[in-house]
């Protein structure tokens, strides 16, 4: 057979259409490409932004077991936006190409991250609400079409397990606390309730990538759907914390074998997205910082392995 | 003072440069100069607050107080912290926190390989099990040295001066006060005389390697093991302390 | 300021004597030395090996796509390499 852009398109979907990866150097429409590099790199900046807010609490966690829980928590973000970023690159993209857009502001990160981390119980409220939602949206990514993609989810997967028991135990400890930590816990879940219901996206009615990632078998499941799961999931974890979960339109719901819940505040998450939340400025600004101030350190490697590289040479 | 309390003091000197030192490491997590360097590093502050973890355990129990690590590393006044001065210095830039890295690591890896011949049987047992993370940080950062030292103009000159900045604390490592002297005639603790020969050794191999001038020593900047710090270490206790200090009694 | 990235390595692991390296992912290092760094730094967090190789990613010939028919479908035809394509009495036992 030829290899006609139809012909190439065809064999492409039959690959999608029969569950085979499609890998670096298999043919691919552009626009898929360009989807899995915005999507992918997203994903790995999220990733990186997201070890600003927990990483604040490192210096400052109560205890040496949390401090180092917490430590290794947060570098093991920072190895999964490595994962991450080199699987975008299979895709022809570099590092630095990548960290230049999420510096200057072009590349968007997941906007959960623009919210400030107060308290310590901001600590628990983060990994067992922000990851219990980024589990459910990476599970499910572990299936997606691009085997790099995929491959870097499941090891993602794996070493998240503890993330979110981390962030529920230490939860659980402020709720079965003094009254003090126990109103800490629900002050922190009271800010961290909405924006982890956000940070599944628009509706799935308003979602303008959502269809065609689900026809490429990207996503398998909707952003609602997985919203879903995530609120039916985490309420009877609530519960057994005693802590109320903000949203007095909370309610089982027998027909549909769901829970129901309130009207998310959508003028709050495009506000969010379009750089008005609380930390927005400042994420980057910490980002643009250890990337400028780190670019001597790494030309300095590169000139040293340089050296090294010509002397063994002449050797 | 009685055996048991050169002990813990001795103890404490330990854990606290493990604890303070991995600290100032961990600030960095998430700001390091790449990926992988970040990474790299929070391996290193997490090795060195889990023996400050197990060492600050046993000074507890050396003490007999009941009291826990927590205790010590959260309750605990700035006079009754021993470690040295150089590890509560700030992480400044990547050259500083590299500078005072490889001079404690150096330090460290003769130290804790002395330690496995000890008489006390819990700190041989701490420092056979530390010495292998040890060992790694004693390349690490000398690795860092060499790549900084020997990399491009800006970079020898960061580490130059990072270097000078820092080598007056270095000696403190190396001044051994009442609690060291009894604790060597007792066998339990370290040679530090003889761990300066081994350092010095290491520190100029590596420094010749990196093309840095060896800093000519001069005033020796002491006072860390009797409790007696710099301004750092202030701000130090007051962000590591805060919470246990504000809600105090409480499980977490 | 330089926008050269460190060169990409990719890494594999052995996670248990007597078994293969396999891939495990990649990482930037600026020479093998780092390399090697990076990779116990990266990919050993959890006691995931007792051994790493790293190999810079620009040494790594791959088969291309296209050539998969003509280099690996000729494999299906020789069922004669594998064992059930003998017919041994059952009498024998396990060969």
């Given at each position: 057979m030829e290899n006609t852009i139809e012909n190439l398109e065809a064999k492409f979907q039959a690959k999608l259409d029969a569950e085979i990866k499609i890998e670096p150097k298999d043919w691919m429409p552009d626009k898929y490409r360009k989807t899995l590099v915005r999507q992918i790199s997203q994903h790995a900046h999220s990733e990186i932004v997201g070890m600003l807010p927990e990483g604040n609490w490192i210096t400052r966690a109560p205890s040496l077991r949390r401090k180092i829980g917490l430590l290794a928590k947060v570098q093991d973000e920072g190895g999964h936006g490595l994962y991450l970023y080199s699987a975008a690159e299979?895709?022809?993209?570099s590092r630095d190409q990548m960290f230049e857009d999420l510096n200057s502001g072009k590349a968007k990160y997941s906007s959960?991250?623009?919210?400030?981390?107060?308290?310590?119980?901001d600590i628990g409220a983060v990994g067992w609400l922000v990851d219990g939602a980024a589990i459910m949206n990476q599970v499910m990514l572990t299936?997606?079409?691009?085997g790099p993609y995929a491959r870097a989810m499941v090891r993602i997967c794996k070493e998240e397990s503890f993330h979110q028991r981390q962030g529920y135990e230490i939860t659980m400890a402020l709720a079965q606390g003094s009254p003090e930590q126990k109103e800490m816990a629900q002050d922190a879940l009271n800010r961290w309730w909405w924006p982890s219901l956000m940070?599944?996206?628009?509706s799935d009615a308003e979602s303008t990538h959502s269809a065609q990632s689900m026809a490429w078998k990207i996503?398998?499941?909707s952003n609602d759907e997985l919203r879903q799961s995530f609120v039916d999931a985490t309420v009877p974890q609530a519960e057994f914390l005693g802590l109320?979960?903000?949203?007095?339109?909370?309610?089982?719901n027998e027909e549909r074998g769901h829970y129901d819940y309130g009207a998310i505040d959508w003028d709050e998450f495009w506000q969010v997205v379009k750089?008005?939340?609380?930390c927005n400025k400042d994420r980057l600004k910490v980002r643009n910082k250890a990337y400028n101030e780190g670019a001597w350190v790494r030309e300095a490697a590169m000139a040293h392995a340089e050296k090294r590289a010509e002397r063994k040479k002449n050797n | 003072m009685e055996n048991k309390e050169v002990l813990f003091d001795y103890v404490l000197r330990i854990a606290d440069n493990a604890l303070i030192l991995g600290h100032r490491v961990s600030e960095l997590c998430g700001h390091g100069p790449s990926l992988e360097t970040d990474i790299g590093l929070t391996n290193i502050a997490l090795d060195l607050v889990g023996h400050a973890r197990v060492l600050l355990q046993y000074a507890a129990d050396v003490e007999g107080?009941?009291?826990?690590d927590d205790d010590l590393a959260f309750l605990?006044?700035?006079?009754e912290f021993k470690n040295v001065l150089l590890v509560e210095q700030p992480n400044g830039n990547f050259a500083n926190t590299i500078a005072r890295q490889f001079l404690f690591d150096t330090f460290n890896y003769h130290f804790f390989a002395a330690l496995?011949?000890?008489?006390d049987e819990n700190l041989v047992a701490i420092a056979k099990k530390s010495i292998k993370e040890v060992t790694y940080h004693y390349r690490y950062s000398a690795e860092w040295v060499i790549r900084l030292g020997d990399g491009t103009e800006e970079s020898h000159e960061k580490m130059q001066s990072a270097l000078n900045e820092i080598w007056?604390?270095?000696g403190e490592m190396f001044v051994a006060d009442e609690v060291d002297k009894q604790m060597l005639a007792e066998g339990i603790g370290v040679d530090l005389n003889a761990i300066k020969a081994l350092w010095e050794e290491r520190v100029t191999a590596i420094l010749k390697e990196a093309t840095l001038d060896k800093p000519e020593d001069g005033w020796i900047q002491k006072g860390g093991k009797q409790g007696?710090?710099?301004?750092q270490m202030g701000f130090v206790l007051a962000e590591i302390q805060w919470m246990q200090r504000a809600y105090p009694g409480m499980e977490w | 300021m330089s926008k050269k990235d460190w060169p990409l390595w990719e890494v594999f692991i052995?996670?248990?004597?007597?078994?293969h390296h396999k891939h495990a992912g990649s990482l930037h290092a600026t020479d093998e030395e780092m390399a090697m760094e990076n990779a116990r730094d990266v990919?050993?967090?959890?006691?995931?090996?007792?051994s790493i190789w790293v190999v810079e990613s620009k040494n790594i010939t791959a088969s291309v796509p296209d050539d998969g028919d003509m280099l690996f479908?000729?494999?299906?035809?020789?069922?004669?390499?594998?064992?059930?394509f003998y017919d041994i009495p059952d009498e024998i036992g396990h060969m």
């Amino acid at each position: 057979m030829e290899n006609t852009i139809e012909n190439l398109e065809a064999k492409f979907q039959a690959k999608l259409d029969a569950e085979i990866k499609i890998e670096p150097k298999d043919w691919m429409p552009d626009k898929y490409r360009k989807t899995l590099v915005r999507q992918i790199s997203q994903h790995a900046h999220s990733e990186i932004v997201g070890m600003l807010p927990e990483g604040n609490w490192i210096t400052r966690a109560p205890s040496l077991r949390r401090k180092i829980g917490l430590l290794a928590k947060v570098q093991d973000e920072g190895g999964h936006g490595l994962y991450l970023y080199s699987a975008a690159e299979t895709l022809g993209t570099s590092r630095d190409q990548m960290f230049e857009d999420l510096n200057s502001g072009k590349a968007k990160y997941s906007s959960i991250f623009n919210y400030p981390t107060l308290t310590w119980a901001d600590i628990g409220a983060v990994g067992w609400l922000v990851d219990g939602a980024a589990i459910m949206n990476q599970v499910m990514l572990t299936r997606a079409s691009y085997g790099p993609y995929a491959r870097a989810m499941v090891r993602i997967c794996k070493e998240e397990s503890f993330h979110q028991r981390q962030g529920y135990e230490i939860t659980m400890a402020l709720a079965q606390g003094s009254p003090e930590q126990k109103e800490m816990a629900q002050d922190a879940l009271n800010r961290w309730w909405w924006p982890s219901l956000m940070m599944f996206g628009p509706s799935d009615a308003e979602s303008t990538h959502s269809a065609q990632s689900m026809a490429w078998k990207i996503k398998r499941k909707s952003n609602d759907e997985l919203r879903q799961s995530f609120v039916d999931a985490t309420v009877p974890q609530a519960e057994f914390l005693g802590l109320t979960l903000p949203d007095k339109d909370l309610k089982w719901n027998e027909e549909r074998g769901h829970y129901d819940y309130g009207a998310i505040d959508w003028d709050e998450f495009w506000q969010v997205v379009k750089g008005g939340g609380p930390c927005n400025k400042d994420r980057l600004k910490v980002r643009n910082k250890a990337y400028n101030e780190g670019a001597w350190v790494r030309e300095a490697a590169m000139a040293h392995a340089e050296k090294r590289a010509e002397r063994k040479k002449n050797n | 003072m009685e055996n048991k309390e050169v002990l813990f003091d001795y103890v404490l000197r330990i854990a606290d440069n493990a604890l303070i030192l991995g600290h100032r490491v961990s600030e960095l997590c998430g700001h390091g100069p790449s990926l992988e360097t970040d990474i790299g590093l929070t391996n290193i502050a997490l090795d060195l607050v889990g023996h400050a973890r197990v060492l600050l355990q046993y000074a507890a129990d050396v003490e007999g107080k009941g009291r826990t690590d927590d205790d010590l590393a959260f309750l605990r006044d700035i006079r009754e912290f021993k470690n040295v001065l150089l590890v509560e210095q700030p992480n400044g830039n990547f050259a500083n926190t590299i500078a005072r890295q490889f001079l404690f690591d150096t330090f460290n890896y003769h130290f804790f390989a002395a330690l496995t011949n000890s008489k006390d049987e819990n700190l041989v047992a701490i420092a056979k099990k530390s010495i292998k993370e040890v060992t790694y940080h004693y390349r690490y950062s000398a690795e860092w040295v060499i790549r900084l030292g020997d990399g491009t103009e800006e970079s020898h000159e960061k580490m130059q001066s990072a270097l000078n900045e820092i080598w007056d604390y270095a000696g403190e490592m190396f001044v051994a006060d009442e609690v060291d002297k009894q604790m060597l005639a007792e066998g339990i603790g370290v040679d530090l005389n003889a761990i300066k020969a081994l350092w010095e050794e290491r520190v100029t191999a590596i420094l010749k390697e990196a093309t840095l001038d060896k800093p000519e020593d001069g005033w020796i900047q002491k006072g860390g093991k009797q409790g007696k710090h710099t301004e750092q270490m202030g701000f130090v206790l007051a962000e590591i302390q805060w919470m246990q200090r504000a809600y105090p009694g409480m499980e977490w | 300021m330089s926008k050269k990235d460190w060169p990409l390595w990719e890494v594999f692991i052995r996670s248990k004597a007597g078994l293969h390296h396999k891939h495990a992912g990649s990482l930037h290092a600026t020479d093998e030395e780092m390399a090697m760094e990076n990779a116990r730094d990266v990919y050993t967090r959890r006691q995931e090996g007792i051994s790493i190789w790293v190999v810079e990613s620009k040494n790594i010939t791959a088969s291309v796509p296209d050539d998969g028919d003509m280099l690996f479908d000729a494999a299906k035809t020789k069922p004669y390499r594998h064992p059930t394509f003998y017919d041994i009495p059952d009498e024998i036992g396990h060969m």
